[in-house]
């Protein structure tokens, strides 16, 4: 089993509705963002899938929240914000763009460089 990985970041702004304390303000982060996908193949020149290929799927979603207040982006006006629904929304999202025998793995999202939030589909 190969599981190959790219991270990257985005901007945005968010207030965690219901949320009693600083976090229930608006206020933004750095979001790290770690995208993990797994398969047995490799094509014929021994590449499992691009990194390029993989960020670019990735970033696709991404730019949907970056300079967002993430509240206003579907599904976030009925959906709070918090990491958990941003890493089963990304896992989700990319998931659907893979060629077929590509599998997600797993997505982890940062809010800081203290905390984070791993998601896989059970």
């Known amino acids: 089993m190969f599981r190959t990985f790219i991270e990257t970041r985005f901007s945005a702004a968010h207030r ?7 976090c229930g ?31 670019t799927l990735a970033e696709n979603v991404l730019e949907r929240l970056d300079h967002q207040l993430i509240n206003d982006v579907t599904p976030f006006q009925s959906k709070n914000p918090t990491a958990e629904n941003l890493a089963r929304y990304i896992y989700e999202e990319v998931a659907r763009q893979l ?3 590509i599998q997600m793995d797993e997505v982890t999202v940062w809010e800081s460089d203290n905390y984070a939030v791993t998601y896989q589909a059970s």
């Open 99 to 101: 060629p077929e025998f």
């Open 25 to 55: 303000k608006l206020h933004g982060h750095t979001w790290k963002v770690r995208v993990q996908v797994k398969t047995h193949q490799m094509n014929k020149i021994g590449i499992s899938i691009d990194f390029k290929e993989l960020r």
């Open 16 to 22: 965690i509705n219901g949320y009693e304390g600083q």
